[in-house]
C-alpha cells in the first residue's frame, strides 16, 4: 500500500501541447492585440487542407476564435487541421495542386529517431524462453514494386513570397504536371518522372499581369522506404481518415457522429483511432490502436453557474482553481485549447478590433463567423495564451474563448478519485483483445467501402493489407521469489504472489523499536485497531514491533502535526506514523517537508478511512508494515541475478508543480549483489524538457555509496532511463551519454565498467494479443518481442510483464541506446523482466524495472510536496514510497 497523499491538481500532468499552423488566409476581421498584417499580393489560391497530427491541441487551422493573434479565415466551418509538415494533397478532379501548407520548412519535417543500434548487434533477437504465436495491431502498407515518388525543386523568378501564392501559381499547371501531386511552396513531390530534368512555365500573375517563370528541377528519387515517403504515406493517410468520417482533435481523430453518453456523470465519448505508419524491421506498416475522447456534456458555463450556486463567496477562486490548466473543446470548431486565466472584466458584448479597424463585439462575431447565438451576455472569457512558439508564428495576443460554446475534456483529479465515475467509464473504454481487434479490422475494412477513400489511395497507388499482423514471440518463464527463509513460485499468468508469501519472513528485516504515532481524537480507536493489528502481523514477517508514543491532537490542522513531530522527535527515532482524518494536500506536504528537509525520519501518513473496516485490517496492517520496513532500510523479498558486482539506476523526471518550467530528476541506484538495496538522489533542471543536467552529480555519489558498501566499484553498470518524451531522444544520446562517461573517468583511471543504456517507454500505442484457438487473449506476463514491429536502426524490444483482468494489456518498450555491457540480448531481455519484480509496494510484477518506478516516486514526491532536494541523511532508505 503506498504512503496515502492527496492527488494534487498536477498529479501525473505532464502536457507537451502543441498549437496548429495556418496558412495565410485572406479574412476580414482580427483578434485584439495583433498587427494587422501585409495584404497579399495576389488573392492565395485555396489548397486542399489535409489534417495531420500536432503535438496535443489544435490553435491554428482554418477556423479560429478572437484573440488568436492570427488571421480569420473566410470559411471558418472548414474542418480543422493542425501542424506536423501540413501537407495538403490534391489530384486532378480535386481543386488543383494543392500542396504542403505549414509557416515554415522546420515545421514540415518529421521526426525521425536516431540511429543508436550499436555497431556490435548483429542480431537482437533473444532465444530464451517458449514460443508463441501473437498477433499485432499493425496492418502492412502495399505499394507497387515500381512505385518512386519523385522530388522536385521549385523556383521563382521574380521571387514569389507567399507560399500559398506559389501554391497558386503551380495549379495552372496541374495538367502537364499530372497527378497526384503534393507542394509546399518550394518543394514538390509527384509520382512521375517529368519528361526533362530541368521543366519550366510561364504564368502571369492575377494581380499584377507580371509574367512569372516557374523552374521545376528533379532532386531526387525516393524509395518507399525513405524517411521522406514514410511521412507522404501518414498524410496521405490523415486524408482518408477525413473521407471516412473522423475529425482531427487533438492529436487524434475522433467520430464526433458516434459518441458514446455516461448521463449519469453528465460525459460522453468520443470513439477514435491513434495511427502512425513507420518503417519497421523489414517493412512498412500502419499501427493502429482504438482510442476516446472524454468530453463533458455540459458547457463550461453550466459548470459556472453550478460553482456559484454552490460556492458563491468564493466564486471566482474556486472557478479557476479548476478551469486554469484544463482543456476545453470548442464545440462550433472541435479545436482543443488549454485555458491560461480568466477574463472576469469581459464579457461577450465587449469589442475587439477587425483589421479594417472597426469593432466587433465577441458575440456579434460569432453570430456571424458561426451561427451561434449566446444567451449570457455577462458570462466571463476564457483566456487561452500562445506559447513562445506560437508567438514566433504570429500570435500576438491570448485567444478569448467563450465559456458557453467550450465544453471540458479529460477527466480532473477529483473524478479520477471517484470510483463509481471510473468504473462506469471503464466499461466503455477497457476493450478486451478480441473487441480491439475487431473494432480495428473493421476500421481498416471501412476504407474500400468508401468510394472517396478508394479512390484516393488509387490515385496515389497505396493499399492496406486488411488482417493485423502475426508474429512469433517467446515467453520468459516465471522467475522464483526468495525470502530469508523460503523459496516461492507463483501463477506465471497472475505475476503476483501475495498469497505465496504469506506467513514468510522477509528478506532482511528492521525491528520498529522507537517510533510514535500521531492521530486525532475522533481517529483514537482507529490507531488502536491498527496498532493491534501491527503488532500481531510484525513477528510474522520477522519484524519486531515495539509499543509506540501515541499523541492524540486537538485539531487536524496541519500546524498541529507539525508541531508535533517537532516537540517529541528525537535522534533516536526510527518512525512516525501519522493517522490524517482527510487527503488534505496542504497538510501532508507539511509533514513530508519537515520530515523530509529539516528532520529527516521516515514517515508513513495513513488515511482514516483506510481503517475504517474491521474485516480488512490485517491486510492493511501487513501491508504497511511491510512498507514500514522497507522505509526504514529493510529489503522484502529478492530474484535470482547471476551476474555480480553489477548497479542497476532508474532515471525518471517529473514537472515541479510549484515552478512553472522546472523539472525534477529522481535517480535511484542499487547498492548490493541482489539489486535490493537503494541509493537515491535527486536533481533539478529549469527548462521544459525532462533532461537532467545534474546527471553527473548523482552518479558519482551513488557509485561512492557503492564503494563505501562492497569495498569496490561495480564491474557493469545498467541504467534505465524512464520520462523521455518523444523528440527527446536525440538530447538524451548527445547529453546524458557524455556525463555518464565523464562520471567513470572521474571515479579512477584504472575503472572502467561494462555499462548499457536502456530507453524505457510506456506511453506507446503497440498492442499484443496471443492466439489460442481461434480466441484472442492479452499475452502472458514475460512474453518479449524482437522482431518484426521492431525498429531496424534501434536495438530495441517489447516487454509484457505484468498481468490485466480487464482489458486489452499496454507493453513496455525498451531500446538500448549504449551496450558496452557484454550481455547479450537474451540477458538483457531477463534481467529488465527480473527487475520488474523487484518493486517493494506490489508483491507481483509492474510495468517497468524497479528502480525507474522508484525514481519515478522520488520525483513525484519533490515535485508535488517537498520542492527542495530531500535530506541525503534518507538516502539510503527507500523513504519515498
Known amino acids: 500500500m503506498a504512503d496515502q497523499q492527496p492527488s494534487g491538481r498536477a498529479r501525473g500532468r505532464s502536457r507537451g501541447r502543441g498549437r496548429a499552423s495556418s496558412g495565410q488566409q485572406p479574412a476580414q476581421t482580427r483578434r485584439p492585440g495583433e498587427t494587422a498584417p501585409a495584404p497579399p499580393r495576389m488573392?492565395?489560391?485555396?489548397?486542399?487542407?489535409?489534417?495531420?497530427?500536432?503535438?496535443?491541441?489544435?490553435?491554428?487551422?482554418?477556423?479560429?476564435?478572437?484573440?488568436?493573434?492570427?488571421?480569420?479565415?473566410?470559411?471558418?466551418?472548414?474542418?480543422?487541421?493542425?501542424?506536423?509538415?501540413?501537407?495538403?494533397?490534391?489530384?486532378?478532379?480535386?481543386?488543383?495542386?494543392?500542396?504542403?501548407?505549414?509557416?515554415?520548412?522546420?515545421?514540415?519535417?518529421?521526426?525521425?529517431?536516431?540511429?543508436?543500434?550499436?555497431?556490435?548487434?548483429?542480431?537482437?533477437?533473444?532465444?530464451?524462453?517458449?514460443?508463441?504465436?501473437?498477433?499485432?495491431?499493425?496492418?502492412?502498407?502495399?505499394?507497387?514494386?515500381?512505385?518512386?515518388?519523385?522530388?522536385?525543386?521549385?523556383?521563382?523568378?521574380?521571387?514569389?513570397?507567399?507560399?500559398?501564392?506559389?501554391?497558386?501559381?503551380?495549379?495552372?499547371?496541374?495538367?502537364?504536371?499530372?497527378?497526384?501531386?503534393?507542394?509546399?511552396?518550394?518543394?514538390?513531390?509527384?509520382?512521375?518522372r517529368l519528361d526533362q530534368p530541368v521543366t519550366k512555365f510561364e504564368t502571369k500573375r492575377r494581380d499584377t499581369d507580371a509574367i512569372v517563370t516557374i523552374t521545376i528541377t528533379l532532386t531526387n528519387e525516393?524509395?518507399?522506404?525513405?524517411?521522406?515517403?514514410?511521412?507522404?504515406?501518414?498524410?496521405?493517410?490523415?486524408?482518408?481518415?477525413?473521407?471516412?468520417?473522423?475529425?482531427?482533435?487533438?492529436?487524434?481523430?475522433?467520430?464526433?457522429?458516434?459518441?458514446t453518453v455516461v448521463p449519469q456523470h453528465n460525459l460522453q465519448l468520443w470513439p477514435g483511432f491513434i495511427t502512425s505508419i513507420l518503417q519497421y524491421e523489414e517493412e512498412v506498416m500502419l499501427m493502429a490502436d482504438v482510442s476516446h475522447k472524454i468530453l463533458r456534456t455540459d458547457t463550461v458555463l453550466d459548470i459556472l453557474a453550478n460553482l456559484f450556486a454552490a460556492k458563491k463567496n468564493r466564486f471566482q477562486d474556486e472557478a479557476t482553481r479548476m478551469l486554469v490548466g484544463e482543456i476545453v473543446l470548442t464545440s462550433y470548431n472541435n479545436k482543443t485549447y488549454r485555458v491560461d486565466d480568466i477574463e472576469w472584466e469581459k464579457n461577450p458584448m465587449h469589442t475587439f478590433a477587425k483589421y479594417d479597424g472597426s469593432q466587433i463585439t465577441y458575440a456579434q462575431y460569432y453570430k456571424e463567423a458561426y451561427g451561434r447565438d449566446i444567451t449570457d451576455m455577462e458570462q466571463p472569457l476564457l483566456i487561452s495564451r500562445p506559447k513562445k512558439k506560437d508567438e514566433r508564428r504570429g500570435m500576438t495576443g491570448p485567444i478569448h474563448l467563450i465559456p458557453e460554446l467550450c465544453m471540458l475534456t479529460g477527466l480532473s483529479d477529483d473524478v479520477r478519485a471517484d470510483f463509481h465515475v471510473m468504473k462506469d467509464i471503464a466499461q466503455h473504454t477497457r476493450i478486451s483483445p478480441d473487441q480491439r481487434v475487431r473494432t480495428l479490422t473493421t476500421f481498416i475494412n471501412s476504407f474500400p467501402r468508401n468510394k472517396e477513400a478508394q479512390d484516393y489511395l488509387n490515385k496515389w497507388q497505396v493499399s492496406f493489407v486488411p488482417e493485423p499482423v502475426k508474429i512469433e514471440a517467446r515467453v520468459i518463464k516465471a522467475q522464483d521469489i526468495f525470502q530469508k527463509n523460503a523459496k516461492v513460485t507463483y501463477k506465471p499468468a497472475d505475476a503476483e504472489w501475495?498469497?505465496?508469501?504469506?506467513?514468510?519472513?522477509?528478506?532482511?528485516?528492521?525491528?520498529?523499536?522507537?517510533?510514535?504515532?500521531?492521530?486525532?481524537?475522533?481517529?483514537?480507536?482507529?490507531?488502536?485497531?491498527?496498532?493491534?493489528?501491527?503488532?500481531?502481523?510484525?513477528?510474522?514477517?520477522?519484524?519486531?514491533?515495539?509499543?509506540?508514543?501515541?499523541?492524540?491532537?486537538?485539531?487536524?490542522?496541519?500546524?498541529?502535526?507539525?508541531?508535533?513531530?517537532?516537540?517529541?522527535?528525537?535522534?533516536?527515532?526510527?518512525?512516525?506514523?501519522?493517522?490524517?482524518?482527510?487527503?488534505?494536500?496542504?497538510?501532508?506536504d507539511a509533514i513530508k517537508k519537515y520530515?523530509?528537509?529539516?528532520?529527516?525520519?521516515?514517515?508513513?501518513?495513513?488515511?482514516?478511512?483506510?481503517?475504517?473496516?474491521?474485516?480488512?485490517?490485517?491486510?492493511?496492517?501487513?501491508?504497511?508494515?511491510?512498507?514500514?520496513?522497507?522505509?526504514?532500510?529493510?529489503?522484502?523479498?529478492?530474484?535470482?541475478?547471476?551476474?555480480?558486482?553489477?548497479?542497476?539506476?532508474?532515471?525518471?523526471?517529473?514537472?515541479?508543480?510549484?515552478?512553472?518550467?522546472?523539472?525534477?530528476?529522481?535517480?535511484?541506484?542499487?547498492l548490493n549483489d541482489n539489486l535490493t538495496r537503494y541509493y537515491s538522489r535527486c536533481t533539478f533542471q529549469h527548462t521544459g524538457q525532462e533532461l537532467i543536467d545534474?546527471?553527473?552529480?548523482?552518479?558519482?555519489?551513488?557509485?561512492?555509496?557503492?564503494?563505501?558498501?562492497?569495498?569496490?566499484?561495480p564491474d557493469r553498470v545498467i541504467i534505465y532511463r524512464d520520462g523521455v518524451g518523444d523528440g527527446q531522444l536525440p538530447a538524451v544520446v548527445e547529453h546524458e551519454l557524455?556525463?555518464?562517461?565523464?562520471?567513470?573517468?572521474?571515479?579512477?583511471?584504472?575503472?572502467?565498467?561494462?555499462?548499457?543504456?536502456?530507453?524505457?517507454?510506456?506511453?506507446?500505442?503497440?498492442?499484443?494479443?496471443?492466439?489460442?484457438?481461434?480466441?484472442?487473449?492479452?499475452?502472458?506476463?514475460?512474453?518479449?518481442?524482437?522482431?518484426?514491429?521492431?525498429?531496424?536502426?534501434?536495438?530495441?524490444?517489447?516487454?509484457?510483464?505484468?498481468s490485466v483482468r480487464q482489458g486489452t494489456v499496454t507493453p513496455t518498450s525498451y531500446n538500448v541506446i549504449w551496450d558496452t555491457s557484454g550481455l547479450a540480448p537474451n540477458h538483457i531481455q531477463l534481467l529488465t523482466y527480473k527487475m520488474t519484480h523487484l518493486y517493494f509496494n506490489w508483491p507481483g510484477t509492474i510495468r517497468v524495472p524497479a528502480p525507474c518506478l522508484y525514481a519515478h516516486k522520488l520525483s513525484f514526491l519533490v515535485g508535488q510536496s517537498l520542492h527542495k532536494p530531500p535530506s541525503l541523511d534518507l538516502a539510503d532508505r527507500l523513504f519515498f514510497l
Open 498 to 588: 501475495s498469497r505465496e508469501i504469506r506467513g514468510n519472513k522477509l528478506l532482511n528485516t528492521v525491528d520498529l523499536e522507537d517510533w510514535f504515532m500521531m492521530f486525532t481524537s475522533r481517529d483514537q480507536p482507529k490507531a488502536i485497531d491498527f496498532l493491534q493489528s501491527l503488532t500481531r502481523v510484525g513477528p510474522g514477517m520477522g519484524m519486531r514491533v515495539q509499543e509506540p508514543k501515541m499523541h492524540q491532537l486537538r485539531d487536524d490542522r496541519a500546524e498541529s502535526f507539525v508541531n508535533c513531530i517537532k516537540q517529541n522527535l528525537t535522534k533516536s527515532t526510527q518512525m512516525l506514523v501519522c493517522i490524517l482524518p482527510t487527503n488534505r494536500k496542504d497538510r501532508y
Open 595 to 670: 520530515c523530509c528537509l529539516e528532520a529527516p525520519v521516515p514517515s508513513q501518513c495513513i488515511l482514516a478511512r483506510t481503517l475504517n473496516k474491521k474485516q480488512t485490517i490485517m491486510s492493511v496492517a501487513t501491508k504497511i508494515a511491510m512498507q514500514i520496513n522497507c522505509k526504514m532500510g529493510g529489503e522484502l523479498w529478492a530474484v535470482d541475478i547471476p551476474p555480480k558486482k553489477m548497479m542497476v539506476i532508474g532515471i525518471d523526471s517529473y514537472h515541479d508543480s510549484s515552478t512553472r518550467g522546472r523539472s525534477v530528476g529522481g535517480f535511484v541506484a542499487t
Open 694 to 713: 545534474g546527471l553527473k552529480v548523482c552518479m558519482q555519489a551513488a557509485l561512492r555509496k557503492y564503494a563505501e558498501i562492497n569495498k569496490t566499484l
Open 738 to 802: 557524455p556525463q555518464i562517461i565523464d562520471t567513470f573517468k572521474t571515479l579512477g583511471t584504472n575503472w572502467n565498467p561494462k555499462c548499457a543504456v536502456i530507453v524505457v517507454k510506456k506511453r506507446i500505442n503497440n498492442r499484443f494479443f496471443s492466439v489460442n484457438g481461434g480466441k484472442l487473449n492479452n499475452p502472458p506476463p514475460g512474453t518479449v518481442i524482437d522482431s518484426v514491429v521492431t525498429k531496424p536502426d534501434l536495438y530495441d524490444f517489447f516487454l509484457v510483464s505484468q
Open 222 to 259: 525516393l524509395a518507399p522506404t525513405s524517411p521522406t515517403c514514410i511521412q507522404v504515406y501518414n498524410i496521405i493517410f490523415r486524408k482518408i481518415l477525413g473521407f471516412v468520417g473522423m475529425q482531427q482533435i487533438g492529436r487524434h481523430y475522433f467520430n464526433p457522429n458516434d459518441p
Open 43 to 192: 488573392p492565395p489560391a485555396e489548397p486542399d487542407p489535409l489534417p495531420t497530427p500536432g503535438r496535443g491541441r489544435s490553435r491554428g487551422g482554418s477556423s479560429q476564435v478572437p484573440g488568436s493573434g492570427a488571421p480569420v479565415p473566410a470559411e471558418p466551418r472548414a474542418p480543422p487541421t493542425s501542424q506536423m509538415a501540413a501537407l495538403s494533397m490534391s489530384a486532378a478532379g480535386e481543386g488543383g495542386a494543392g500542396g504542403i501548407s505549414g509557416r515554415s520548412r522546420q515545421a514540415q519535417l518529421s521526426y525521425a529517431e536516431p540511429k543508436t543500434r550499436p555497431e556490435h548487434i548483429k542480431d537482437k533477437r533473444g532465444t530464451a524462453g517458449n514460443k508463441i504465436n501473437i498477433m499485432t495491431n499493425c496492418f502492412k502498407l502495399k505499394a507497387d514494386e515500381r512505385w518512386l515518388l519523385y522530388q522536385y525543386h521549385v523556383d521563382f523568378s521574380p521571387m514569389v513570397d507567399s507560399p500559398r501564392a506559389r501554391q497558386g501559381l503551380l495549379r495552372f499547371h496541374t495538367e502537364a504536371l499530372g497527378s497526384p501531386m503534393a507542394f509546399d511552396g518550394m518543394i514538390l513531390f509527384l509520382l512521375r
